[in-house]
C-alpha cells in the first residue's frame, strides 16, 4: 500500500495525533486532519500543555486576560485553559465518535501529576475534569502508579472513561488490566451499561531504549552494543502478547458478552529519541490489530513520508523479544529497576512541566496589560 496512513488503518491501527494547542485548532490545521480521516484521537499531557501556552501569549492571552479579570486562582486558570481546548477538540472529533459507535474520537486530558500516588486525590481531580469538560469522548489520563490503578477501577464503575499512562513494565501493565476488568464488574453490578465505558493503556515506547541504551553503553563490550536499540520494542511487543492472553481470559469473556469492549493499548513516546534510530521505528515496528498510535506531528508527517512497514506483524515477533529481554537480564540489565525508574522519571517530567505552566499562568493572572 502506498500510503503509510492508509496501512495502519487498513491493519485496524488507529491514529492519534499526540499534540493539542490553540493555534492548530483555531488555524485550520487539526480540523483538516480530522476530516482527512488520517487523525481519529488526540493525546494531551502536561508537557502538551505547557509548549502549547508557552509565555500566555498568542492564542492564550485573551482568555487568560478575561480569567484576571474574574478574579481567578491559578488552578481554576489553568483548568478553563486546558478544558476550553480539550471541549473544542471533542467537538471537532465528536462526528468520528458517532460514526464509530463510541470506539474512536476521543481526547485525552490528565489530572495533575502532583498527585499520581494519591487515590483519592486523583480520584477529585478526575471527576472534576469530567464534569468540567462534559463530554462524552473525553478520556481523563491518569498516571499508571500503584495508585492510579486503584483510581482506574473506581473511575470506570462511575461510567468516567479513562487512559492509563506512563506505562512501561509488563508487570504494571498486568496490574492495569486486572484494575480495568475490577471497575467493569463493578459497573455491571450496579446496572451500567458496558459499552459506552472506554479506557485506553498508554504504554511508552521510546524511553525505555533511551534508558536501557545508556545503560549498555556505560557498560560497554560487543554484547551490549549489539543490543542496543533492541529493548523498547521488544517490551511493547510483549506487552501486546500479555494483552491478547488476558483478554481472552474467561474473566474478560464474561464482561464482553455484557458489552464491554477491550481496553486497547496505545502507543506512547513513538518520536524517536536518538538520532541514528529511523523516524518512523516506534510506529512499523509496533503493527498490532486493536491497537492505537499516538505520535507527534513531526512523526506523523515522517510516517505519511516514507514509512515502510516490515511483513512480519507483531504477532510473529513474541519468541525473539522474550529473548532480547533474557540477553538484557544476562548482560546486567535489572528490568524492574529500569522500569520503576522510568515511571519515576516520567512523572518527575511531567510534574516539572505541570509547575512550570503554574508559574507562567500566575504570571499572567498577576501582572497588568
Known amino acids: 500500500m502506498s500510503d503509510p ?24 490545521v487539526l480540523p483538516s486532519l480530522i476530516h482527512a480521516g488520517k487523525v481519529t484521537g488526540i493525546t494531551s499531557n502536561p508537557t502538551i500543555f505547557q509548549a502549547a501556552i508557552g509565555d500566555g501569549s498568542g492564542p492564550y492571552r ?39 459507535d463510541g470506539v474512536e474520537g476521543y481526547v485525552s486530558v490528565e489530572v495533575s501529576p502532583l498527585v499520581a500516588h494519591d487515590s483519592a486525590a486523583t480520584l477529585t481531580e478526575a471527576r472534576r475534569l469530567h464534569r468540567l469538560v462534559d463530554r462524552p469522548n473525553v478520556l481523563i489520563k491518569v498516571p499508571a502508579t500503584v495508585e492510579g490503578a486503584r483510581a482506574l477501577t473506581l473511575l470506570l464503575a462511575e461510567g468516567i472513561s479513562v487512559n492509563m499512562t506512563l506505562l512501561f513494565s509488563l508487570r504494571r501493565y498486568r496490574e492495569v488490566i486486572h484494575a480495568y476488568f475490577a471497575g467493569l464488574e463493578r459497573a455491571r453490578a450496579q446496572g451500567r451499561p458496558l459499552a459506552p465505558i472506554a479506557s485506553v493503556a498508554s504504554f511508552f515506547v521510546s524511553r525505555v531504549d533511551t534508558a536501557v541504551d545508556a545503560r549498555l553503553a556505560q557498560q560497554g563490550g560487543p554484547t551490549q552494543a549489539a543490543l542496543q536499540g533492541r529493548a523498547a520494542l521488544a517490551n511493547a511487543r510483549l506487552a501486546y502478547h500479555l494483552y491478547e492472553k488476558e483478554f481472552s481470559t474467561r474473566r474478560w469473556r464474561r464482561l464482553h458478552d455484557a458489552g464491554a469492549r477491550p481496553q486497547r493499548p496505545l502507543w506512547a513516546s ?52 522474550t529473548e532480547v529481554l533474557r540477553r538484557l537480564q544476562a548482560a546486567g540489565i535489572a528490568y524492574d529497576e529500569v522500569m520503576a525508574a522510568l515511571e519515576k522519571e516520567g512523572l518527575e517530567r511531567f510534574a516539572d512541566s505541570f509547575t512550570a505552566l503554574r508559574a507562567v499562568v500566575h504570571h499572567a493572572l498577576h501582572s497588568r496589560p
Open 5 to 28: 496512513l492508509a496501512h495502519l488503518t487498513a491493519h485496524d491501527v488507529a491514529i492519534w495525533l499526540d499534540d493539542l494547542n490553540r493555534r492548530d485548532l483555531e488555524s485550520g
Open 62 to 100: 485573551g482568555q487568560l486576560e478575561e480569567l484576571r479579570r474574574a478574579g481567578a486562582d491559578v488552578d481554576e486558570a489553568l483548568q478553563a485553559l486546558t478544558t476550553h481546548d480539550v471541549r473544542q477538540a471533542c467537538d471537532l472529533l465528536r462526528p468520528t465518535y458517532e460514526a464509530s
Open 270 to 321: 513513538t518520536a524517536t529519541k536518538n538520532p541514528h534510530y529511523g523516524d518512523t521505528r516506534y510506529v512499523t515496528g509496533l503493527l498490532a490489530p486493536g491497537t492505537i498510535t499516538t505520535m507527534p506531528r513531526n512523526t506523523l508527517d515522517a510516517v505519511a513520508d516514507h514509512a515502510v512497514f516490515p511483513p512480519q506483524s507483531v504477532r510473529g515477533t513474541y519468541q525473539d523479544s
